[in-house]
């Protein structure tokens, strides 16, 4: 496969007040490596600096979202996710192994889903403010599955979202949450119109998302912005992650560390290279 361009890993389209950020690895399934993680957090950081942009729409490129992080990487130091325990208590917040998963921005965030949104993807779904789906969507905690741990806020953000009975039910399970599941359980929601502005948690629109979010988030621009903001920002830090995550973090390590990883990961690889073989 011919190596990836590292300026195209994500892609940042603006349209009027909207900043649309797009993973750009559809051939990987979207699936976060460092540089790809890297190349978020900064196009994050420009939209918060942005004084023209009010809201942005996160979004992956051919269909579906993110399928979470990107397993191969992890024997390439030069792809591998950022992994550091280092948080300094100052906003926007410091990067986190998908990339924008520890910020605390000051503007919302609209996840757009088609596709997969799932394991780490799913951590960047939870980090957005709204989850907008459409009848593509599959998410879940997929990394349940391979041995992989939670370790950009999953563990934290989908109880807060969810209840605790169904996040314990997504997390120990792994299993799939289709679009009509994800608005009944008010994981994500559809986007049916601003006239009024209508955010529904039982029709799924058969709209693709990012349609339906484009809708929203010129909806949402249309808002007092210094009002807006601050009430987002106030139920925010409401719910401190940062000590929560950091353990998290501690306790995936342990996971990373341990010989059951090492081993799911092989079987995954050797499972990789065999289909490989019969291309």
């Known amino acids: 496969m011919a190596k990836e361009d590292p300026t195209k890993l994500v892609l940042v389209e603006k349209r009027g007040t909207t900043t649309i950020i797009t993973i750009n690895r559809p051939h990987k399934r979207n699936c976060v490596n460092g540089p790809t993680a890297k190349a978020l957090y900064q196009a994050f950081l420009d939209f918060d600096s942005d004084p023209k942009a009010a809201v942005a729409i996160l979004t992956g490129a051919g269909g579906n979202f993110c399928a979470g992080a990107d397993l191969g990487a992890i024997q390439n130091q030069d792809e591998a996710n950022p992994m550091s325990n280092e948080w300094p208590d100052t906003l926007p ?16 965030v609209i996840a757009a889903i088609s596709g997969f949104a799932v394991a780490g993807g799913l951590e960047l779904a939870l980090w957005c403010d709204i989850r907008i789906v459409d009848p593509t969507a599959t998410l879940g905690v997929f990394c349940r599955l391979r041995g992989v ?3 950009d806020g999953g563990t934290i953000r989908l109880p807060q979202v969810v209840g605790r009975g169904v996040a314990m039910d997504l997390m120990l399970t792994g299993r799939a949450v289709k679009a009509q599941e994800a608005l009944k359980i008010q ?8 006239s009024p502005p209508a955010l529904s948690y039982e029709v799924v629109d058969e709209r693709p998302a990012l349609v339906q979010a484009l809708e929203l ?22 719910n401190p992650i940062r000590e929560p995550m950091l353990k998290e973090y501690e306790l995936g390590l342990d996971t990373l560390g341990s010989g059951e990883f090492m081993e799911a990961i092989s ?8 289909k490989k073989a019969k291309l």
């Open 149 to 151: 741990p939670l370790i």
């Open 267 to 274: 079987k995954f690889f050797q499972q990789t290279e065999k």
């Open 93 to 108: 917040g410091p990067i986190g192994p998908m990339g924008p998963t520890r910020m605390v921005l000051s503007k919302p």
């Open 217 to 238: 988030a010129n909806s949402l621009a249309q808002h007092p912005q210094t009002c807006m903001r601050n009430d987002r920002l106030s139920s925010h830090f409401a």
């Open 187 to 194: 994981l994500a929601s559809s986007y049916l119109g601003s």
